[in-house]
Each structure stands twice: as C-alpha cells, then as structure tokens.
C-alpha cells in the first residue's frame, strides 16, 4: 500500500504501483486539471508539485510517491486566486487553454524558489512545457507580473526581508 | 418575420422566457453583386456554408428574470477566443452589462443554429452582422416590453446599459424584469432593426474584456473532449494500420486481455481508400482506465497488411516532385508569353522551394467520449465540426445523423486537426461494442503524429526573368503538392481550386508575363488542413523568390516587392485566375493592393527597415493575403558564428478589417508568429516504408518558449467601420512568417534556405 497526501488530503493506494500519477488523477481521482499531452516527459502538460516541486505525473509512478505531498492545479490555491493565477488571467494568457495548468504549476514552482526570474531563469523552468497556440510571450509577461505580486504580497504581510 | 416552425423543439430551446415560438426564415439572401439575372443568385460568405448564418435571437439569448443574460455560442472555441467575442457583440449590440453576461455553448445542429464548422478563420468574418441584429433584436423586444408596460412610446425609451428607460417620468426597469414580456413579443423584422452607435460600443473594439473561460482554465476546471467523465465509462486506445490505407492482418490478443483492467479487444474495421473522414480500423483495447488500455495495447501480437501506400518515402518523394517541378504541367493562369520573356531576359533566376509534411499536433490529442444507446448517440468531445462528426458518426452506426448529439467542450487546440473526426467515430463504434456503455476514446501523441491529416508536402519552382534595369519582366510558378482532395476523393492528382487560391495563383504582381502550372502529385497518405493549409507553401516560395528577384536586380527586398505589388487598387479575384476568394464576394472582398501595401509599408516602418544591424543579425520582409485578410511580418534574426539562430524581435502589420476584439486578434497574431517560426525552423513529418518516422515531441519538435521570438509586436491597421466587409483572423498571421524569417537569414548570413525547416542547416 502506498501513502500519499494529493491537495492535502491523505491517500491510500493498492493497486498497481507503475500506474503513472497521471493516469491516476485523471481516471481514478477525477481531477482532469492535469493533463495528457506526450506520455513522455517531453511537453510538461502533466506538471504538477512533489513536495513543492514541478514534476510530470506522466512519467511518475504511484510506487514513487510514499510520503510524498502532491498538488495539482486544483489544489494551488482554494479559490484560484495564485499570484500566478491571478496574473495569467489579467493578461488573458490562454489561448486554447490546454496546457496552461501545467504552464501555471511549473510557473508557481519557479516563483517560489526564484521570486523575481531573469529572462534566462524563466526560459530554464519553462522549457519543458510546450504551448502549441504559442502563448510564450504573455506567459514571460505574466510571470513578471505574478512576480511583482508575490513581491508585494510579501512585503505587505512583513515577513519578508 | 415568418411562421411558426417546429414546436417539438421548444423545450429545448434557450428562448427569451417560457411560451416563446420559434422562427424560421427571415434569413434572406445574399445577393451576389456578380451573379447573373437568370440563375438563382450565388451566395458568398456564410450564406454559402451548409446550414447558413441564423440571427433569431430566441435561438441564441436566455434572459432570466435576475437579470443574468445567457448567450449560446456555436463555434467551437479552440483558442482563437470565439465564445467571449462572440457573447460581447451580442452583449454590446443590446446595451448589457458583461458582469452579468453567461456564456453556454450549442451542441451540433446546423439546421438549428447555421453553420458550426469551425475553420477557415470564419467565425467572426461570417457571423459578426448577425450577432448584432441579434443583439438589436433583443435589445428592441426589451425596449417594446418597457413601453408597453408604461404605456408610452417606444420611441421614448432607451436602453442603457441592461436597463430601460423612459426618461420623461423618470422610470427604469432592469432587463430582467421586463425578460418575460420581452418573449411573447415578435422579433422585430431585419429591415427595422437600428444598431447601435459603434462610437457607444463598450467591448467591440475595446479589447478589456477577459476571457470567458479564463478562471476556469487557470484553475483546472476547463472541460476539453479528453476530460470528460460519464457514469459507467470505460477507456479505449487503438492500435491502427501504420500504413495510410493498410489494414489488420494475423494478430493475437491473449495478453492483452491478460493485464489487469483490460475488459475487451475490438476489431474495428478499415475502411477503403479514399476513406476521408472515416477511421483507419485495427484494433481496440478497451479498459477501466487509459493506462490499463496503453498497457493492455503493448501487449497486443499483430502483424500489418500495409497495402498501396507501403513504399511511401519521403526522400523518394521529394526526388518524384521535384522531377515534376521542372516538367510543364497543367496551366492555372496564364498572362502574356512567359518563355518568350525568359528567353529575352537579362537575367534569369531559377530557385526551387521543398515543405514538408506537417502535424498540427494540438496539445490536447484527439480524444472523445462516445454512448450508444439503441439507435442513438451521444457525443462530448472536441471538434471544430459538430456536423461533420454527426454525419461520420451516423455513417459508421448506420443510424440517421439527427439520432446523434454532440455535446461540444473546448477544443485543446485544433489547427485544422479536429476538423476531422475519425477519433469520435472510434468512440461510437467502440461504445456500441461494449454494449453501451460510454466508451473515452485517446488518441496518444505516437497516435496523434501516426495517424493524422496531414499538411501537406510541395515543391514549389519559380523562375524570373528581369530586364536591363532589374525590372520583373517574367514571373512562373511551378506548384507540385498531394491535394486534399485525394483524401476524399480517388485519383485527385492537382490542387483544387481551394488550395491554388492560396496564394498560388492570385498573384497580384505587376509583371507583364506571368504562368502558373500545376504538375501532377499522387497523395500516400492522409492530407487535410494545417492552419492556413496551402498559403504556406505558397507563401515561403513566393515571397523567398521575390527576396531572391530583389538580390538578382540589387534592390532593396521591401522597395521590391511594393513595386511588384504596384499602385492600389481592386482586383477581382478571377481577374487572377482565382475562382474560389474563400468563398466570399468578389467585389466586397475584391483583392486590394493597396491594402497589401500599407501592411508592408506598415510592418517596415514599426520594425525601422533599413537602420543598421550588428554583424550576424538581418531582417526579411514578406507579405500575404489570406482568408481575405492582409499581414506582413518582418522578421529580425541573429545567427552567431555556431550558426545557433536567435529571433530578437518580429513585427507583424495586420489588416482584417474590422476589429472586433483587439486583444484576440493580437493573441492569435502572437501566436501564429511563433507557430510560423516552428514549421520553419523545426517541423517536419517524415514516412519510410509508408509508415511516419516521427513519434513524440523528441523527434516532432515544435518551438519552446526559449526560442520564440523575444519580442512580438502586433501592428493592427486602423478599422474601417464596423460595415466593412471582416477578414479573417486565426490563420493569415502564419504564412509569411517562414518567408520572413528565411529572408532575414539571407540578409545575416548570405545563406538562402530554400528547404524547411532550417533545423541544423545553418550550423557551422
């Protein structure tokens, strides 16, 4: 049996541990916030955190992740109102919209380790999620604008340095 | 306004109120400033498509009593943004509060709703003067309910934003309140309806409205086809012929059916070439989860007949259209005397252009869910035609096309892919075999590469001859290129009329000798339509070759192709040999130069044509009408001494008339910048032994965010006014960006790329 917490809530699974995460969510679980796009680690449809980390569920089995804390885009925030979130709809970043919850999962684990990216910085976290309506420039634009916020945010609560 | 029509169809109606009627007719027809008095007169535009355009608006506005206004869209929305556009020029043309504005989406039903084929960027070019008499309409009815119920004039009411008016006594009344009596009353006939001032438009125009799916996307909640959960479902993937056109030979399914959660392997069958939009059969193993049925299809044992198409190679292929490139072929338009003119030109060039094959390869994979129950079916799935996955999904159940309902989510991008649906017609077939049970059918991206419909794959030949001076004095184009046609119809071995259109024919060059001729290719696989379809290759050789003519006379690319597009002025399309326009009126949607020119002049001027660049980096120029819209790019690039290209910036100058919502039509123009960048420098589709060597996004690259362009900008021609004949909007940003990008790397390096994608060519 494999333990697990997925948005916070505790799991216990006894099927077959090589089932990806992936499939896992979407067939078992029924969250389809995550999505199917290459089955291979290659296009970043799939992201979701481990732990706070971006990782593909594509290519992560449920054997993987005992003791692991896992969220998805349904679990980034309660009411959709991420820094992120918030940022990719001011700039109406999505076209079809497909890929945009594992833009958005890679993005808000990028600021979390680098809250305010350089251009280089943002290519390297983002590399690995394609967008085919190519929406590159309004995800660059709004990860400086989540940036900013996340900033702000900080500042305001008095935690930050 | 005509007869009542059709009751049956009252519950289901989204009508104003209860107890409303529906109407038919009013329609009208378009009368074509071309047709002639005796024939019935030919329709263009919307009218032409199947099903036509509907304005009633009981058919497409819900007004509930709180006030919240529902508007049904019936495109499909795959990213160009259709359903908020849509819902705010009917919400704009009534005076209604978008806060208070919902937006549901019509299942397929093209009797009911007009025409749902989403594709050839027609939604807003055909459907923009409709949605707002619907919205005229409406607003009408409410202001008439007002008045009645106030007893005064309707001339003495006004609407103001979602509330009535009666200014003399001082009284309001909000939509909703008056919603009801609204209903009962008769929609007001076409020829009184009165729009609004577009100097009062709130969205039209504006751009500040956000997506109407946008929470739901950022936030997971977004439906697409391969999203959808029934009670009951079960999960199917298919192992298909790996040749177009082959079919199921010896195969054993015992250890399929070994792996846990596998419940059944179907035989589906193939059908005869040309099978157009039916499935290529083979065999399908259905599942209690996806990755039950993955495993379960790894574990098939089957061997292939591969059939006519079993030497399909590219390279081979290649060699075959070039030969024929340089043969003559079947004249499409003819001016003057080409040879002659060559013969005595001063100088002659010759360049030779190769695209090949692409895959749309939306990120979301084909994929629908699919329940027979006796002689019907129920779809939900992703398609960019509702109608055409009716009739395909009726043909294969041999059950009439009204017994099959199509539930539309959002499309996961689509690019002329999910036009085509031969994955929901797997659904249904694989549904009815599991005795009814809803059946999810995915496609995998190996299946999606594997089993496509194709762009196609050309060689385009140019000659030109110049005179003395460098004038163009002859100009002939030679287009080999598969047809789309051939996937529907046997021995089709030319471009349609359709595909010549784009761009192939309907030059507008100034130059007194100019043929174009189209050599035979016979089709190996299935082609269909690729975002802007055959004004790429068009495109890439047409405008690469007036670089090249530019080089050859030492002009400057952009003051060259102005002088080829010459003084503006209207050019009848079939003045160009083009009988097709996209379907649209030859006068209203006449070939304008000068348009062409001003988003060149446009596009040169913003991008600072002709300042100095760093060594290593260059700008190209190309322009292209399409979908009865004009853009021009000018691409800026630097390739380094590694040869490693860099894109620093590109400027896009648009003109499609009318804008509707500027911040879509930006968005499209963005992204099909870099979609261009990609089939350019990255995508290629491949076959060997008939059979696509490329299986993911290792080997089928499409562009990440850090190579695409840096910076974007989007140069918007003014709007004539909203009258004004729209163009097109998803697809005509594409094609001259690979000419653009290509002539950019001529002017850094001296290097001309004549075959795509550039991929390592430009190493050193």
Not at chain 2, 232 to 259: I, S, T
Not at chain 2, 507 to 532: C, D, K
Not at chain 2, 729 to 751: D, H, Q, R, S, Y
């Amino acid at each position: 049996m494999i333990t697990f917490t997925l948005n916070g809530q505790a799991q216990r699974f006894e099927g077959d541990p090589e089932m990806p995460l992936l499939w896992y969510l979407r067939d078992v679980q029924g969250l389809t916030g995550t999505k199917f796009g290459c089955g291979e680690a290659l296009c970043g449809a799939c992201t979701v955190h481990a732990d706070g980390a971006p990782i593909r569920s594509c290519q992560t089995t449920l054997g993987d992740l005992s003791g692991v804390a896992v969220t998805t885009i349904e679990g980034l925030s309660p009411d959709g109102m991420h820094p992120v979130q918030v940022a990719w709809r001011e700039l109406n970043v999505a076209q079809c919209g497909y890929c945009q919850a594992g833009q958005i999962m890679s993005a808000a684990a990028l600021l979390k380790d680098t809250p305010h990216p350089s251009d280089e910085a943002i290519d390297d976290a983002m590399s690995g999620n394609i967008c085919r309506c190519a929406t590159y420039p309004r995800i660059r634009a709004a990860i400086k604008r989540a940036a900013g916020e996340v900033h702000r945010k900080t500042a305001s609560s008095g935690s930050a340095k | 306004m005509s007869g009542i029509t059709n009751l049956s169809r009252r519950a289901a109606l989204m009508g104003l109120g209860a107890g409303t009627f529906i109407l038919a007719g009013g329609l009208g027809l378009a009368v074509g400033p071309g047709a002639l008095a005796e024939d019935a007169p030919k329709k263009y535009g919307g009218d032409a498509m199947p099903g036509g355009v509907k304005d009633d608006p009981r058919l497409f506005v819900a007004l509930a009593a709180d006030g919240t206004l529902t508007i049904l869209c019936h495109r499909a929305e795959m990213g160009q943004g259709v359903r908020t556009s849509w819902a705010m020029v009917i919400a704009d043309e009534m005076d209604a509060d978008w806060a208070k504005v919902k937006v549901d989406q019509a299942p397929g039903d093209e009797a009911r709703y007009g025409n749902q084929n989403t594709d050839g960027s027609r939604s807003m070019r055909h459907h923009f003067q409709a949605l707002r008499r619907i919205g005229a309409a409406a607003r009408q009815m409410l202001a008439q309910a007002a008045a009645s119920q106030w007893g005064v004039p309707v001339a003495e009411v006004t609407v103001d934003h979602h509330s009535l008016v009666h200014a003399a006594s001082g009284r309001r009344l909000g939509f909703g309140e008056v919603a009801a009596a609204a209903a009962a009353l008769p929609v007001p006939a076409r020829e009184t309806l009165v729009f609004k001032d577009p100097a009062k438009f709130r969205y039209i125009g504006r751009g500040d409205v956000g997506l109407v799916d946008g929470f739901d996307i950022t936030t997971g909640r977004a439906t697409y086809g391969i999203d959808v959960r029934r009670d009951n479902m079960l999960y199917a993937v298919v192992a298909r012929p790996p040749v177009h056109g082959g079919k199921l030979g010896h195969y054993n399914v015992d250890e399929a059916l070994q792996v846990p959660g596998v419940l059944k392997v179907v035989v589906l069958n193939t059908a005869p070439l040309p099978s157009g939009f039916l499935p290529k059969g083979g065999l399908a193993v259905v599942a209690e989860n996806t990755w039950a049925a993955l495993k379960g299809r790894e574990k098939l044992k089957v061997t292939w007949e591969d059939g006519p198409n079993a030497s399909y190679d590219s390279a081979a292929y290649r060699a075959e259209l070039e030969a024929a490139a340089r043969a003559p072929g079947q004249v499409v338009r003819n001016v003057g005397d080409v040879d002659g003119a060559l013969k005595s030109a001063a100088k002659h060039v010759t360049a030779e252009y190769y695209i090949p094959h692409l895959a749309q390869a939306p990120m979301e994979p084909p994929a629908a869910a699919a329940q027979v129950t006796g002689d019907k079916c129920e779809i939900w799935g992703s398609t960019q035609a509702p109608q055409t996955t009716r009739e395909t999904v009726a043909k294969v159940l041999s059950i009439p096309p009204e017994n099959v309902t199509v539930h539309q989510t959002l499309v996961g991008g689509g690019f002329g892919r999910k036009s085509k649906p031969d994955y929901i017609a797997e659904a249904a077939l694989l549904s009815r075999a599991m005795d009814g049970r809803p059946v999810k059918l995915t496609f995998t991206r190996t299946d999606d590469l594997h089993h496509g419909f194709l762009h196609t794959v050309s060689v385009e030949r140019l000659e030109g001859g110049l005179d003395a001076k460098g004038k163009p004095v002859a100009w002939l184009h030679r287009t080999v290129a598969p047809s789309i046609g051939a996937t529907f119809t046997a021995g089709v071995k030319h471009e349609g009329a359709s595909e010549l259109g784009m761009g192939a024919v309907n030059t507008p060059w100034i130059v007194p000798n100019l043929r174009v001729e189209n050599p035979e290719a016979e089709s190996h696989t299935r082609i269909g339509w690729f975002r802007s379809v055959s004004n790429i290759p068009h495109a890439f050789a047409v405008q690469s070759f007036v670089a090249e003519l530019a080089e050859a006379a030492g002009r400057d690319p952009k003051d060259f192709l102005l002088d080829l597009i010459g003084p503006a002025r209207q050019i009848n399309p079939a003045d160009l040999s083009d009988s097709w326009n996209y379907n649209e009126d030859p006068v209203a949607y006449a070939y304008d130069t000068g348009r062409l020119r001003g988003v060149v002049e446009r596009a040169a001027r913003e991008a600072g044509w002709g300042k100095p660049l760093p060594k290593g980096q260059g700008r190209g120029i190309a322009a292209h009408r399409s979908f009865a819209s004009y853009a021009a790019a000018v691409v800026q690039v630097d390739v380094d001494a590694q040869g490693k290209l860099t894109i620093p910036r590109v400027d896009i100058a648009f003109d499609c008339g009318p804008v509707i919502n500027p911040d879509r039509v930006r968005a499209q123009l963005e992204g099909a910048v870099t979609q261009g960048v990609s089939l350019a420098t990255l995508g290629e589709i491949s076959f060997k032994a008939g059979q696509v060597q490329q299986d993911n996004f290792d080997t089928y690259q499409v562009t990440r965010i850090e190579a695409a362009p840096k910076d974007i900008r989007v140069h918007l021609m003014p709007a004539p006014k909203y009258d004004a004949p729209l163009g097109g909007v998803g697809e005509p940003g594409v094609p001259p960006i690979a000419p653009a990008l290509l002539n950019a790397v001529f002017a850094a390096t001296g290097k001309r790329i004549r075959s795509l994608p550039i991929r390592d060519q430009l190493r050193a």
